[in-house]
């Protein structure tokens, strides 16, 4: 059964450095987000892509968060100076079209220290 | 914006018995989706069931259903027989069929089956 994997599966890196996490959504779905859940907090939306650009962003999402499909089936999140608030699950999600089912990825379990 | 609840922090039940699961929401949608998730400690986000706001009938999937009451905004989900391996966190969410159809989850429920 066709599923959405993220990669790392937990990553540990130093305030103020740049993180990318990837995630390989299923392979004809058109659109993609990103979720954030901080431990022991609600799932929170980050991010949605479709047709190669950002559709919706939350408040959350700001400067220093990027997204890309660089090559067609890596969907990417980059965080460009991590801060020890950026800790938290992230969850990857793909679906094939509006009015459909979005699956979830694993999760990358970012520490920030 | 739309929100989700889910009053109950934790519950817990007994091997075998049923246990119902609280959700509400705000919305001035009148179509639109809702969901429960399963987070075991895994953490993985797993779907367990999801109803359609235009659907009078409620989801039934195996030992889980829902009672879905649009004019009320709730959306309660019912395990019946409970096994150990539902242990878990439980939430809800909203899906508008506007926009990009982001999810919007509630705090989560943790449920605890006692063997």
């Known amino acids: 059964e066709p599923e959405v994997t993220q990669t790392p599966s937990h990553q540990v890196t130093q305030m103020g450095q740049e993180v990318i996490l990837r995630c390989v959504p299923i392979s004809n779905h058109l659109y993609f987000y990103w979720y954030r859940q901080i431990l022991g907090q609600k799932v929170e939306f980050l991010v949605s892509f479709y047709n190669n650009e950002i559709s919706e962003k939350s408040e959350i999402f700001d400067d220093q968060f990027s997204v890309e499909r660089p090559d067609g089936s890596n969907f990417t999140l980059k965080i460009r100076s991590t801060k020890l608030e950026d800790s938290a699950m992230y969850f990857c999600a793909s679906g094939l079209g509006l009015n459909t089912e979005a699956f979830f990825g694993q999760g990358t379990r970012l520490t920030v220290v | 914006a739309q929100t989700v609840t889910q009053s109950q922090p934790e519950m817990s039940v007994q091997e075998a018995e049923t246990v119902t699961l609280s959700c509400t929401y705000d919305?001035?949608?009148?179509?639109?989706?809702l969901f429960w998730y399963k987070q075991p400690p895994s953490r993985q986000m797993i779907l367990v069931i999801r109803q359609e706001a235009y659907k009078q009938q409620n989801a039934t999937e195996n030992r889980f259903s829902v009672n879905f009451q649009k004019a009320a905004k709730s959306f309660s989900l019912k395990i019946s027989d409970s096994q150990l391996g539902d242990a878990a966190m439980y939430f809800c969410a909203y899906r508008s069929l506007q926009g990009a159809q982001k999810l919007v989850f509630g705090q989560g429920t943790r449920l605890t089956i006692n063997p």
């Open positions: 919305t001035s949608e009148s179509d639109y989706y």
